[in-house]
């Protein structure tokens, strides 16, 4: 249990430093510990958020792809949502981030020249 903890630990500290909201850290957190995909409305009983809270969120952590949506076919359509492993999650920020450095650099170089 104190393994789980420490990765919840610094995803939480991580996500905190790069700007991330704390109901999207929880959301991530949580879909983390659970290892197995879930539906907006669990994720909102699991944490104790509204819906709408959480499928805004939800919808933030996928266009930063930070999650993955599964459809699963019932009577009805309905999403779940598993997140990526802390390791893509990280390659992911960090080539962000290099591109950000990259762009700021250029611009630099631009405004220098000048």
């Not at 790069?18 to 995909?37: C, H, T, V």
């Not at 802390?86 to 405004?111: G, H, L, Q, T, Y």
């Amino acid at each position: 249990m104190a393994e789980s903890e420490n990765l919840l630990e610094i995803i939480n500290s991580f996500f905190d430093k790069i700007g991330f909201r704390d109901s999207e850290s929880k959301i991530y957190a949580l879909l983390i510990e659970k290892k197995r995909p879930l539906s907006v409305r669990e994720i909102s009983e699991e944490l104790g958020l509204s819906v709408r809270t959480v499928r805004e969120k939800v919808r933030t952590l996928c266009n930063k792809n930070l999650l993955k949506r599964e459809v699963v076919e019932k009577k009805w359509l309905e999403y779940r949502y598993r997140a990526k492993s802390p390791k893509e999650v990280w390659s992911i920020v960090k080539s962000r981030m290099e591109r950000a450095i990259d762009d700021i650099e250029k611009e630099f170089n631009r405004n220098s020249d000048k």
